[in-house]
Each structure stands twice: as C-alpha cells, then as structure tokens.
C-alpha cells in the first residue's frame, strides 16, 4: 500500500522583491509570468529546495552532503554520492553527477514554482547607490530601480514517503518541518525580507498518485482568501478529492469554503504547525504498520 503526500502551501502577504530575473538596465527585475492574461509574480522551485537545504544544515541531527557557503554556493561533501544514503538533501532532493549521468537519484520532494496570487501592476522603487558603491568605484550616486510586489505567493509540492530510502519516519517529519519553518527564500536578506512560511497548509495524505489541489488559492481584489476551487473537487458521488483524506491549518479568518471542507470531513487545525503534526504522526503510523506487516510476512 503505497501513499502519497501532497501539499498546497499559501505565505502570508508581503513585499517582494527578490528572486530576480534579467536586469534590464539599472532595474533589478522580478521573475514573471503570465496566467490568466495577467503578469504575475513567481518564484523558482529551486529557490524554495535552496531554503530547505540551508534549513537542514542547522540541524545538528541531520547529515547533509551540500553545505550552503552563503551566496558563494554550495559545498559538497561526497562528491562521488557513495554515501547518498546517508544524506537527507540527497535521499530527499535526489542528485545527480556531474560526470556520471548514471549516478543519480530523482528526487522524493517535488515542488512547484511558487506564484503570486494577486497580479503585478508594475510597482517599482527608486534608489540611489552610494558613492564607491559601486565595483567600477563610482564617485557619484548612481540610480537605480527595484520592482517590488505586494502579494501573497502559493506553491504545491509532492512526495511519495515510501521512496525514501533510509529513516522514513525521521525524513518525512524533518521535510514537512522545514517547509513550515521556511526562511530565506529567493534572496531574502537585510533589504528584502519576505516571511516564506505558510500562513495556510492543505495537506492531502492518500492512496491517489495524482494530486489535485497544488495550486488550490484564490485571492480576490479585496485580499480574501478562497478554496473554492478545493471545495469542488470534493463534491459529487465520487469525487476527486475524498475531503476526509485533507488536513488544513489555517492561521486565517474567513477563508472562503474552510467551513464547507470541515463539514464534509476535512481535518481542520487552528494553525500551520498543528496540521503538520498530524501528518507527521499518520506517517509514523504507516510506516510503523508497514514495518509489522513486512515482519509477519517474512
């Protein structure tokens, strides 16, 4: 019996400007995109594995093979992968060598671009850097621009627990434990500091392959939130998505359709951290279970 964990994350709102795309002049542009005839904001996948990682290393009871060196990259520590096994960044974000394309491992944690929920309207800042600022050694201020956006971003991911080859249980606790304690995010620093972690979480837990919620969020002009679309999916005499298979934790009022998916069988949690754990424990359970099973058939 092999299940599957599927995530749909919502931050709360703030201003971004990080995570940039092509610099057109002097204006450090935003990543973008277009969905639904509008430009919207987004953030590299890369950039949210990126963040686990440096949120593995500080964890004193984790091996880690890459160790983040700031923004100068990454070090690895077993270049060769022998003992891949050992490492969580590589059980769990899979790898691949450089020179031998063999060595590798696709990776147990998927995730999505994250993507702004409401549009960009072309909000930018305007500065001026020091003089000597400046590698060239300018002696004057030199202006330039930032395009900023004030939004919230949501992102899904999946994982299939029963892949994980070593300390499943462990894994699955200290993944979902570092998607709620996310951080630096796509170049988050001293200027830019956008509060990654979830605000919202729907959890899915199930026997289906195919997840079905990722980008499940709705924002309108007003900044209400909405999981209508969630709530379909629930509906009819077999539907898509059995709501009892969901736990949500919520850290918002009057989310649109919350109430709807607890009547029809969703876990609702008060908070981000309660619903995280209680998947942390159906994990524990399965693999406990799974553990017996294989016990009394040997």
Known sequence: MTMHLFGAVLTAKGTAANNRGEVEGTASTLQKIIRNGEIYSTVSAEAIRYALREGWQEDSSLTVNRKVLSHRG????????????????????GFMHARKETVSRRGVLEVTRAISTTPWNGELSHNFASPGANPIGNKDPIPYAVEEHHTRYQYGFAMTPDAIEKDKGVRVEKTLLGIQNLRRVAGNHARFLF??????????????????????????????????????????????????????????????????????????????????????????????ATAKGGAKGR
């Open 74 to 93: 990454v070090e690895l520590q077993d270049r060769e992968f022998k003992g891949w096994k050992d490492n969580i960044d590589d059980d769990i974000l």
């Open 195 to 288: 509060d990654f972690s979830p605000e919202v979480i729907v959890l899915r837990w199930t026997l289906d392959p195919a997840p079905r919620m990722l980008l499940c969020f709705d924002e309108d002009e007003r900044g209400a939130i909405s999981l209508a679309r969630l709530v379909s999916r629930t509906k009819g005499e077999v539907p898509d998505i059995a709501a009892s298979e969901l736990t949500i934790g919520c850290a918002l009022a009057n989310v649109e359709g919350l109430g709807e998916l607890r009547a029809a069988g969703a876990k609702v949690c008060d908070g981000v951290k309660e619903a995280v754990s209680v998947i942390i424990d159906r994990a524990r359970q399965h693999f406990s």
